[in-house]
């Protein structure tokens, strides 16, 4: 099966409108052990996308931020504002934690490497910059 970001799949992305507003926010405390490979994933699916890295790095310092950012643990990784996790919707546990993930039977302290996809292929959609992806 190939990647959602494969040549393929994005083939019928306009050249004259490219993806560079993305932006991808990866959320973490100080002293994560997953922040680095999460960002790593981050850029090697944007990389594989064709989309020039806009990632920012947002480091939450407290619980006061924890609330203002509703953030449901490290890493958190947000495309264009919508986390990856759909699930998240639901949640509402914001808090200086780790995050854990859960994609098809498996836990991990970080993302799938599909829900990234995911996510990135459904803000290009969103704003217009891919069309009839199926």
Known sequence: MPSLC?????E?????????TMIVDVLYFEGCPHHAQARDLVEDVLAECGIPPTIR?????DAADAQKLKF???PSIRVDG??????SVAL???GLMCRVYR?????????SRMMIEVAVKNAI???GNLDDVS
Request: charged share 30%.
């Open 12 to 20: 019928r992305r306009p050249a004259d409108r490219p993806t560079e």
């Open 57 to 61: 790095d947002v480091d939450v310092n």
């Open 72 to 74: 449901l643990g490290s």
């Open 125 to 127: 959609a969103k704003s």
């Open 103 to 111: 994609h098809g039977g498996v836990v991990s302290g970080i993302p």
């Open 82 to 87: 919508v986390d990856v996790d759909p699930s």
């Open 6 to 10: 494969s040549d393929e799949v994005l």
């Open 92 to 94: 509402n546990n914001y």
